[in-house]
């Protein structure tokens, strides 16, 4: 039972971060968006951390599930602001140079927001007792070998409902990806369309981080094999990579539990397989790779 339970967390929260990392980068028009490189997976860790050392997870079983979603949002909005500061210097010059602008300017931000909220997460477990840095650090490696069945469902409901709303404004999506002209020509409210789609993005990556702590690399890796391998409209995208990236977060887990001695966890798995891909990505850009 315990095993199907694994199998199952891993699966919802591959899922949830597979969905993630679809959205984001269909919504920032960069394949290289995703939770944990824009900082949305350490802003919910930071959270978690500190209200485990607070001890507010003794007063409801959905502390970390909100404290995981409003670290979250602050890094995203953290993320936005910083974007939204580049826009005026983004103004002059095609269309095309202001595009790959404001995509290396999400990144750079990403990256900075993920190593700013893992300082303080270093800070807040200075000052935390033995028993509760041994807890955060044992979480902060990514596993769901620990999940519970409430917490399971709970997640796995989210899940769903997360798909169904994206699901739902997945055709003004399409049309998005064409640009925010088009899409504002043809009389889509694109700030309203973002903000449903990075507030659904957000829910799904503090629920996936509150379940089984950070993971890694699913949002990037398995968006980008499903969209060179699947293509084709966001809805089957999407789906694409809710599948796979269920998948690969079971596979990560089979295989952390193969290795010798008591095994590894997930997380490092992905780590592991994630960080090269990540390299080579960067290395080889998406259009010279025909």
């Known amino acids: ?95 095309a140079a202001r595009l790959r602008s404001s995509g290396s300017t999400v990144i750079l931000a990403g990256f900075v927001t993920g190593s700013f909220t893992c300082s303080l997460q270093m800070l807040v477990l200075n000052y935390s007792d033995p028993s509760t840095m041994a807890k955060v650090t044992e979480w ?50 694109t700030r309203g369309l973002k903000l449903i789609a990075l507030g659904l993005v957000s829910l799904a990556t503090a629920v996936a981080v509150a379940l089984a702590g950070p993971i890694g690399f699913i949002g990037l890796v398995v968006p980008n094999f499903v969209n060179r391998f699947l293509g084709g409209m966001f809805r089957r ?15 990560a887990d089979l295989v952390g539990r193969l290795l010798p001695g008591n095994g590894i966890s997930a997380g490092v798995v992905c780590a592991l397989a994630g960080s090269p891909f990540f390299l080579w990505f960067l290395a080889v850009p998406p259009q010279s790779r025909e």
């Open 1 to 95: 039972m315990d095993f199907l339970l694994s199998i199952l967390s891993a699966f919802v929260v591959g899922a949830l971060l597979g969905t993630s990392g679809c959205v984001l980068q269909s919504v920032l028009r960069n394949p290289l968006a995703e939770p944990y490189i824009l900082g949305l997976v350490g802003g919910g860790s930071l959270f978690v951390a500190t209200a485990i050392h607070l001890g507010w997870t003794a007063y409801s079983a959905f502390v970390l599930p909100v404290a995981s979603f409003c670290g979250s949002c602050f890094s995203l909005a953290l993320v936005c602001g910083v974007a939204a500061l580049a826009a005026p210097r983004r103004s002059e010059g095609s269309s």
């Open 140 to 189: 902060m490696f990514g596993d769901v070998r620990d999940a519970r069945w409430p917490s399971c469902l709970c997640a796995a409901v989210v899940l769903a409902v997360v798909l169904a709303g994206l699901v739902a404004v997945s055709k003004r999506l399409t049309v998005l990806e064409l640009g925010r002209d088009e899409a504002e020509f043809v009389g889509i409210n």
């Open 237 to 251: 995208r999407l789906l694409g990579s809710a599948f796979f990236g269920g998948l690969a977060l079971i596979g």
